[in-house]
């Protein structure tokens, strides 16, 4: 269904418009979804596994977004006034894809494994705790995935030396160096460094903490089988293990303060915001082309928009299924291998766009004034909060999916750990090819049966059902049918908004006005959301979250058809 689905998307755009200009600009689409998407589907997990919590994400993926709210207005200010789309388009398109690659060389926030050795009738590790101030808080997913693997593990320690448990431990242990040879000195610099075995079978929760048996110590040459001691003695010890999770459980950060004052953070920063402007123009300029290439036919933008969720989704499971191979742990992975795909695509996709023939805009003087008019009219400012919701809901899904299934995968089906990344490619294919595609391609049949404003409320309610679903599953694999509900909060809903901004618009502000729509749903709504997004997630988690957010988007939905109702009414 879906491959004939795709031959009649092909027949009937070129029939309709020059073959060569057509192809193209699919061409187009096609690698430029494919470079974008192989890094940014995956940018919310990217940014947690450099040390980053769900708050500064948010806030983070906010202040992107409030870049893109002031940029994209800008640029088309610029592309309307001086006639540089085709210069400013090629510049962003190869920009997106070198900043994407620099990614690859940003560091994540220092961080350091520690424990708590202890020693008494059996040899301990305490690795966590919720009332110890210099042990990281606990974390229950972790350890049920912890206490799943059958491996043994092995960690080398750097202890903190104290003479009680120095001579605690030399005394127990009948090491030799203290029996033949009892030299300070020579005691300091080797009994620090210890390599333990632990038993994972005997992992236990006491008192808050978390405790891994020690099954043998291996120091100055000799091996110790289940060590203890004859008297109890502890020390601070710092660790490496040949475990990510047990590296993960242990971590704390290395500095103080505030992650304002890292320089890792401050290159991601900037690394982010020049790809994510890059990418922000891109797109905006996009659509203009596209409507421009489409002259007469403006009701089949979404017809050629779809190829752009083609490659989006065909490339994100693509992209998952590399980072998955790739990866030598469950838990930590690989990203290296989509930051050399995009590269590699977007520099062919700027030698293809650089044949693409780019109409420029006949400038106007009256841009301002003929764009101020517009939006104080009453039904484009319901249209403009419309799109302000919209992009507050979709701020959910792009930012906190992904987090999301690996917090149910976790807690409920750690066995999935080690194809998460395909999984979640799997969900992005679905968004894109099941749902973006067949709702991009007849977005302009079904705005004309129902309208602009029912296709509207559709969003708002498919929105409140898309939110309250993910937060009764527990099984991360049933998030999968319910992407293909992206169809319709996405796919039909952009068509809808670049084709209402498109309607209302002035000819010579056309690119400024479809660039300000873009605006408000991105820089104020998905900021917005971000935000919000970011501090319920941290504070009561993603099942109520998403809950909260569906219980709006459904009142929201319903203001909505009142707002018709009572148009409707008044005409």
């Keep these: 269904m879906i491959i004939k689905l795709i031959f009649s998307m092909l027949y009937c755009t070129l029939s309709t418009y020059t073959l060569f200009i057509k192809l193209t600009y699919e061409f187009l689409l096609l690698f430029i979804s494919a470079g974008v998407a192989s890094v940014q589907g995956f940018a919310p997990t990217i940014a947690k596994q450099l040390g980053y919590s769900p708050m500064v ?48 060389f940003v560091q994540k926030i220092p961080t350091e494994a520690v424990a708590n050795l202890s020693c008494n009738t059996t040899t301990e590790l305490h690795i966590c705790s919720s009332n110890d101030d210099h042990l990281p808080q606990c974390d229950d997913s972790l350890f049920k995935l912890m206490k799943n693997s059958t491996e043994p593990i092995e960690c080398q320690l750097h202890c903190d030396q104290n003479e009680s448990f120095r001579d605690e431990i030399d005394r127990s242990w009948n090491i030799i160096g203290y029996n033949v040879t009892p030299n300070i000195t020579y005691k300091n610099n080797e009994l620090k460094y210890l390599n333990v075995t632990l038993i994972i079978n005997a992992t236990d929760q006491i008192e808050q903490n978390y405790v891994f048996q020690v099954k043998s110590v291996h120091i100055m040459k000799t091996q110790i089988v289940l060590p203890f001691c004859k008297k109890p003695v502890s020390t601070r010890c710092k660790m490496n293990c040949s475990n990510d999770v047990m590296m993960e459980l242990a971590s704390v950060q290395k500095f103080e303060g505030s992650i304002f004052g890292l320089h890792q953070f401050w290159k991601y920063l900037i690394v982010m915001s020049l790809f994510w402007i890059s990418q922000a123009i891109t797109w905006s300029l996009q659509d203009p082309i596209c409507f421009d290439i489409l002259d007469d036919k403006p009701e089949d933008f979404g017809k050629q928009r779809c190829w752009g969720s083609i490659s989006w989704g065909l490339f994100s499971v693509f992209g998952g299924v590399l980072v998955d191979y790739f990866s030598n742990s469950n838990y930590q992975k690989n990203y290296v291998p989509i930051y050399y795909v995009c590269l590699i695509i977007i520099l062919w996709d700027f030698a293809l766009a650089r044949k693409i023939e780019i109409t420029e805009t006949v400038g106007s003087k009256n841009t301002f004034s003929d764009v101020f008019k517009l939006i104080t009219n009453f039904n484009v400012i319901i249209y403009l909060i419309w799109i302000i919701v919209m992009g507050i809901c979709t701020s959910m899904p792009w930012n906190y999916l992904f987090w999301y299934m690996e917090d149910l995968t976790q807690k409920y089906h750690s066995d999935k750990q080690s194809w998460i990344k395909t999984l979640q490619g799997l969900a992005i294919g679905i968004q894109c090819i099941g749902g973006e595609m067949p709702f991009l391609f007849f977005s302009g049949w079904l705005i004309k049966r129902i309208g602009h404003t029912y296709c509207m409320v559709l969003g708002l309610f498919t929105f409140a059902i898309r939110f309250y679903l993910y937060s009764i599953i527990t099984n991360p694999i049933w998030i999968l049918p319910v992407e293909f509900t992206n169809g319709i909060t996405f796919g039909l809903c952009h068509a809808v908004l670049v084709a209402y901004a498109r309607f209302i618009a002035p000819q010579s502000s056309a690119t400024t006005v479809v660039a300000l729509s873009g605006a408000l749903f991105e820089g104020v709504g998905i900021s917005f959301g971000g935000v919000v997004g970011g501090f319920l997630y941290q504070t009561y988690g993603g099942e109520r979250s998403f809950k909260l957010f569906s219980y709006g988007s459904l009142i929201m939905g319903i203001l909505h058809v009142m707002f018709i109702k009572f148009t409707v009414k008044s005409n």
Excluded: H, Q
């Design 57 to 104: 994400v948010g806030s983070v993926f906010t202040y992107l977004s409030m870049l893109s709210f002031f940029v994209k207005p800008i640029i088309g200010i610029i592309v309307d006034k001086f006639r540089v789309k085709r210069i400013m388009f090629l510049a962003c398109v190869l920009l997106c894809g070198l900043t994407a690659f620099a990614l690859k």
